[in-house]
Each structure stands twice: as structure tokens, then as C-alpha cells.
């Protein structure tokens, strides 16, 4: 994991690896699945855009404040629009309500690139498992494995076939090769088996999984005896973040500047509330834009986003969620 000190959110110090704002244009939107709206997005002036990777996300700024990520689906060559999918969550509070139901073609958009937190690795093979929206990363995965002549598969799990997004170019990109399977929870009457599945996976395949938070729960315990280099999880669902249990103190070195982080309180609400600056994005700890060196203390890392490594580094914290361990944290802020 790279350090990614931005400052989409106006911070002052330079950062390490910046994200760009931009404003685009809503040039499309289109209906890919019963809940799910593809939403196309171009600069005004037609220009290339930046950091599409495939597994890559970008933040748009909604209103209200709101800022909410979503994978982008693009393919290779594919740089003059960002094409993301959004899913009408029945319990959205206005960010993809906002997108599927009030949204136009025509608007503008401030658009944030982010720090790819699900890169598609080099591998012989590539398994993937997909339940729902969780597609929207993986078709750009496959769209460039596909132009690279990469073998790939895919479990695709849905709720019903009308759930299931982008079947039409799934389905295209199989090309009858058998690559691709869905799995329909109401024709099967039963929730995809992925112990069955991961249990016949080729031993080097590299498996990459994207959905609901008990699929991705479930993925991780069964690939436990497995590299975890070669074992890829992007979580949509971020962490209900929780403040501090008890008091402790939060250095910014570079600022000179120190507070005390009370019960209750997470460190980017105490810095916010002091009027420091800093880039934040899903504020739940799955983005990874908050990232932050720690100098000095131990984190308590409540993320669900930094590797095992990471953690017991202890250099680097997500300071949306992250707490302390130790009464003081030094941070490079
Ligand atoms: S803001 Fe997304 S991980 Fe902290």
C-alpha cells in the first residue's frame, strides 16, 4: 500500500500521491440491471482522463456534502470516460438514490480520482467471484485480461437474473468458452457455494472477490490457507467507525499542532472539528484516501482495508476509523 497523503479536500502540505478533482460531465446513463444505473462521465472539453486502472474507483461529490465510491468498468483504452455502475441501495440515505433516481444527463460532476486498493495482479490464472454490484471492478479486470489473452473465470452470484448487471457483455466476453457462471440464488434456491467452488480452485490462480460483506468474510476464511498474495478482496461496505473508548492525545508533527481525542470521537472528527484539513473520502475505512504515516504510538487499527503486514508495521493508519493504543500518536500531518 502507497502512502496517499491528498489534498482533494483543500489540505495545505504536499502531497506524497495526490488525487485530482475534476469536473465532468454526465454524458449517459443507462439502465444495466433492475436496480443498477451505468452512469458515463466525460470532461466537457472531450480530454483524456486520469488513473484508470482496471479495479480502480473514483469518488463523485454529491449533494449534501456527500462523496461515495464507485468502481469504474472501463477496458483498456477506454481513457476519455470514467463508466461507473451504481446499485439503488433500498437503505441509501441520498447518495444512490440521488444517482439513479434525480440524476441527468447534462449535469456536472466533481469527480476525484482515488488510490487503486484492488489492482489486478500478473497471473497464469484468475478466478473471480462477484456477488451483485461487486461486478462493476471485475468486468474491467476481465475486459483487460481478455485483451491481454489472460485465461480468466468467473462465478458471477445474484439474487435473480434480473439483478445480475452487464450479462449481455459478460456473456460477450465468454464467447461460449464456459468462463463464466451464474449463479441465481432464486432458480438455485440457495446462496452460492463457495467452499465447493474454492476447493477446486488451481492451486496458483490468483482469486479476487468483490460483493456483500458475508461473501467477502467468507472468501477470506476460506482462502486462509492459501498466499495471501494472491488472495484480492474489495470491500463496498465500509465499517460502522466507532469513536475512541478512552481519551488520548493526537501529535500533527509537521503542523505542530496537538489535540486530545475524546471517547466517542475518531481522530479525522477531531481534526475536522479544529479546522485541519485533511483527505478523506468513504470515512469508513475501506478507501484507503486517509491514509496517514504514523511516527510514533500504536495504532489500533479498525480498518478494513491495511494487510496483516501493515498492521503489525504500524506505520501507516486509516485515520477515518483507526484508533490508539498507546496514550499519544505522532502522525506526519
Ligand atoms: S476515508 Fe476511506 S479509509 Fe478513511
Known amino acids: 500500500m502507497t502512502a496517499h497523503f491528498a489534498n482533494e479536500t483543500g489540505a495545505e502540505d504536499a502531497p506524497v500521491s495526490q488525487t485530482q478533482t475534476l469536473e465532468l460531465r454526465v454524458e449517459a446513463i443507462r439502465y444495466a440491471a433492475e436496480t443498477v444505473r451505468e ?5 466537457p472539453d472531450g480530454a483524456e482522463l486520469p488513473g484508470i486502472e482496471p479495479g480502480g474507483h473514483v469518488d463523485l461529490h454529491l449533494p449534501g456534502d456527500r462523496i461515495r465510491s464507485y468502481s469504474l468498468t472501463n477496458g483498456p483504452g ?6 461507473v455502475a451504481v446499485n439503488r441501495d ?3 440515505t441520498g447518495g444512490s438514490a440521488h444517482i439513479c433516481e434525480d440524476l441527468r444527463v447534462g449535469t456536472r460532476l466533481r469527480v476525484s480520482t482515488a488510490p487503486n486498493n484492488f489492482p489486478l495482479a500478473e497471473a497464469a490464472e484468475s478466478l473471480f467471484f462477484a456477488g451483485g454490484i461487486g ?3 471485475v468486468l474491467s479486470m476481465i475486459r483487460h485480461l481478455e485483451a491481454r489473452g489472460a485465461a480468466w473465470r468467473l462465478i458471477y452470484a445474484v439474487r435473480s437474473r434480473a439483478q445480475a448487471a452487464f450479462l449481455s457483455e459478460l456473456q460477450a466476453l465468454d464467447a461460449g468458452r464456459g468462463r463464466l457462471e451464474l449463479h441465481e440464488d432464486d432458480r438455485k434456491g440457495a446462496v452460492l457455494d463457495l467452499a465447493q467452488h474454492l476447493a477446486e480452485a488451481p492451486e496458483g490462480a490468483h482469486l479476487y472477490c468483490c460483493g ?3 461473501m467477502i ?10 498466499p495471501a498474495s494472491h488472495v484480492h478482496v474489495e470491500r463496498f461496505a465500509g465499517l460502522a467507525v466507532e469513536g475512541a473508548e478512552t481519551a488520548f492525545t493526537v501529535v500533527l508533527k509537521r503542523k505542530g499542532l496537538e489535540f486530545e481525542v475524546p471517547p466517542g470521537k475518531t481522530i479525522i472528527e477531531v481534526l475536522q472539528e479544529n479546522g485541519v484539513k485533511v483527505a478523506y ?4 475505512g475501506v478507501c484507503g484516501t486517509c491514509e496517514t504515516r504514523v511516527i510514533e504510538g500504536t495504532p489500533d487499527h479498525r480498518d478494513n482495508l491495511l494487510s496483516e503486514r501493515e498492521r503489525e508495521r504500524g506505520q501507516v493508519m486509516l485515520i477515518c476509523c483507526s484508533l490508539a493504543k498507546s496514550d499519544r500518536l505522532v502522525l506526519d500531518i
Open 135 to 137: 461486478i462493476t471492478p
Open 39 to 43: 452512469v458515463t462521465l466525460v470532461a
Open 212 to 214: 456483500p460483506t458475508p
Open 217 to 226: 468474510d467468507a472468501f477470506e476464511s476460506l482462502c486462509d490457507g492459501r
Open 78 to 83: 477506454e481513457t476519455t470516460a470514467y463508466v
Open 90 to 92: 433500498a437503505a441509501s
Open 281 to 284: 473520502s468513504c470515512q469508513s
